[in-house]
């Protein structure tokens, strides 16, 4: 069993940014991929942003050149740098991890609030 613990959530300002992290503890062998997905209120949650154990990363349109996400493989951990937040970003992120095999295990998720 796996447990995933995030942190980095919060209010901030249109513009400002905030840094999720995610640690992965327990049963953390054969992960292939970390990421984040998002879902705001009355929409369908949706891909942010994903790292692979070789460290090649995707991104959905909306937050390309303004998210960073990366990996941190001796801790288990995964964050992303969010960078010119705007209100559309408002949404819970939660964290997702994959294994070699297709199983996937979700975080609680974390509130980011973008809002003057």
């Known amino acids: 069993q796996v447990h995933l613990v995030e942190s980095g959530g919060g209010l901030v300002q249109p513009g400002g940014s905030l840094r999720l992290s995610c640690t992965a503890s327990g049963n953390i062998f054969g992960i292939k991929a970390m990421g984040w997905y998002r879902q705001a209120p009355g929409k369908e949650r949706e891909l942010v942003a994903s790292i692979s154990l070789d460290g090649s990363s995707t991104y959905t349109d909306s937050v390309k050149g303004r998210f960073t996400i990366s990996r941190d493989n001796t801790q288990n951990t995964v964050f992303l740098q969010m960078n010119s937040l705007k209100p559309a970003d408002t949404a819970v992120y939660s964290c997702?991890?994959?294994?070699?095999?297709?199983?996937?295990?979700w975080g609680q998720g974390t509130l980011v609030t973008v809002s003057a």
């Open positions: 997702n991890i994959k294994y070699i095999w297709n199983a996937e295990v």
